[in-house]
């Protein structure tokens, strides 16, 4: 039986900031690491945001516009590496503000930037076997990178929600495949504030080769080659890495139009790769091919072939906010108000 | 802090998602939610008869105030904007108005709630979420989500006009 998915939605903090004002703070060239990392404006978080509330604005959008009665999910995997407890899941938090509990799984995924995509594959598993009717994937991240340090210039706050589903599919699901290896390309220690990273490591031999490997496996699986997709989305830590790999795996800007959204709203982690599917979702037409191959450091990647379905005409995509308004829009802040918002000024006390 | 914890607790049900409550005899609407209708002649004829009803968290600012001196644990968020919001279904609400400059909001001013941390009980502590506001300059059309081709598989209840007593 095919599954895939049934409704989405996407949800994007109102404040952005830019990479020339962030520069100007630490004496560098902002407006240049804005330009070599194809990074516009980046999005912030206000103080009351995190990522249970992301999550559960995104998904409350993709249940209203599937109009999925909250009671037929039987899980919930909300994936990020910024859970604002170590202990204490967010997908209880959000099953309970969508009204989904109690009958229901619930569990928190991480694995740096693709724990979204994990969690679209765990819901696949559940749903395709017959065990729930309806799976919810979530990915949505609050990032953070320490001041000064290049991160900052891209770290941002978003994320989508899928309701994955055996009916009324907007976009089946033919096949997924992954690439994992042990990669330490990026990571952050317990007890540790902001992660860290090696630097020019988290190039070729992270995120280039396992994007690359995961979507030439999944040419393979799939029988399919680059030209046989209307639609492909990466995941983007900046605005280059995906422009990079799509032109060597043979895309076209054309195919990577929709779906590289990190320019406009900065690297949402666990977000990005589901905000750019969501974005190209509220463009699909039936019968478009989606490729999406996602990211995490650590390593691995997870890749999905979707084709739209007719029904994707039919959901009121309208509902709720569409992405292209989280990119054309926002309130942009100076470096002081941004650093209060994400508090890394240091008030005093312990 | 345990007691806080337990009264936060209890209130879940309205603070994430504005369960309210509607007396099935006058069907006057309530939040937050009561157990008997005063608005009924006798408070007694409403016993039993109160059932659970969602606010869909749509109004405008019916007035609203600016504060500049926090409360305790809103201190990176001065001057913020508290309002009473009248709600579609009637009630009256009391909530923080995000996502816009305070000098901005303004009576008549539609907006819908967003899902928001509220507090933390400090640094180590729980972290206490639910219902605040946002701007809506062009809210939902009110009307049925879904898709266009079938009835809404929907378990949850559409708003409905009914007498309301905040």
Redesign the interface.
């Given at each position: 039986m095919d599954v895939g998915i049934v409704s989405y939605g996407a949800y994007v903090p109102r404040y952005r900031i830019t990479p020339g004002e962030i520069g100007r703070v630490w004496g560098a060239d902002g407006e240049g690491m804005g330009a070599s990392l194809n990074v516009k404006r980046k999005s912030v978080p206000a103080p009351d945001e995190d990522t249970i509330t992301i999550s559960t604005e995104a998904l409350r959008v993709a249940l209203l516009r599937g109009a999925i009665d909250p009671q037929e999910i039987g899980a919930i995997y909300v994936g990020s590496e910024s859970h604002p407890y170590a202990v204490k899941p967010t997908a209880t938090v959000v099953a309970q503000a969508v009204g989904a509990t109690p009958y229901l799984t619930a569990a928190d995924f991480e694995f740096a930037c693709k724990a979204g995509t994990a969690a679209i594959q765990t819901c696949m598993g559940l749903v395709g076997s017959g065990m729930i009717r309806y799976g919810i994937a979530i990915g949505a991240d609050t990032s953070q990178g320490a001041p000064g340090d290049a991160l900052e210039y891209s770290a941002s706050a978003g994320g989508a929600a899928f309701v994955i589903g055996r009916e009324h599919l907007i976009a089946r699901i033919r096949h997924t495949a992954s690439y994992t290896t042990d990669t330490p390309d990026f990571w952050r220690r317990e007890g540790q504030r902001y992660p860290s990273h090696s630097g020019r490591f988290t190039g070729e031999p992270a995120f280039f080769r396992h994007v690359t490997e995961c979507a030439r496996r999944m040419f393979e699986v799939a029988g399919t080659q680059p030209r046989d997709y209307q639609h492909v989305v990466f995941h983007q830590p900046n605005g280059k890495f995906p422009q990079r790999v799509g032109k060597q795996l043979g895309f076209t800007e054309e195919q990577m139009r929709y779906g590289l959204v990190t320019p406009y709203i900065g690297n949402t982690y666990s977000g990005a790769a589901l905000i750019g599917l969501a974005h190209v979702l509220d463009h699909a037409e039936p019968k478009d091919r989606i490729l999406v191959v996602g990211y995490g450091s650590g390593a691995g990647s997870d890749a999905f072939d979707l084709d739209a379905t007719e029904e994707v005409g039919e959901l009121d995509r309208s509902f709720g906010q569409p992405v292209s308004e989280f990119l054309e829009q926002g309130i942009e802040l100076p470096y002081a108000v941004y650093a209060k918002f994400r508090g890394k000024i240091h008030m005093g006390g312990s | 802090m345990a007691t806080t914890i337990a009264r936060y607790w209890r209130e879940?049900p309205r603070r994430?998602?504005l369960g309210g409550s509607r007396c099935t005899v006058c069907r006057t609407i309530y939040f937050p939610p009561r157990s008997v209708c005063p608005s009924c002649s006798t408070h007694r004829q409403s016993l039993g008869k109160m059932e659970p009803f969602q606010l869909s968290g749509e109004g405008e600012v019916y007035s609203f105030c600016t504060v500049h001196d926090a409360a305790e644990g809103f201190e990176?968020?001065v001057p913020y904007v508290l309002a009473l919001v009248k709600t579609r279904e009637g009630p009256l609400l009391t909530g923080q108005v995000?996502?816009l400059?305070a000098e901005r909001v303004r009576i008549g001013l539609k907006v819908r709630a967003?899902?928001?941390?509220?507090r933390e009980e400090g640094k180590a502590g729980v972290?206490h979420?639910g219902y605040?506001f946002?701007p809506a300059e062009e809210p939902?059309p009110h009307r049925?989500?879904?898709?266009?081709?079938e009835p809404?598989?929907?378990?949850?209840p559409a708003p409905e006009e009914g007498r309301v007593r905040a």
């Open positions: - | 879940t994430y998602n990176m968020e995000v996502d400059p967003t899902f928001r941390k509220l972290i979420y605040k946002s939902p049925r989500p879904g898709r266009s081709s809404s598989r929907s378990g949850t």
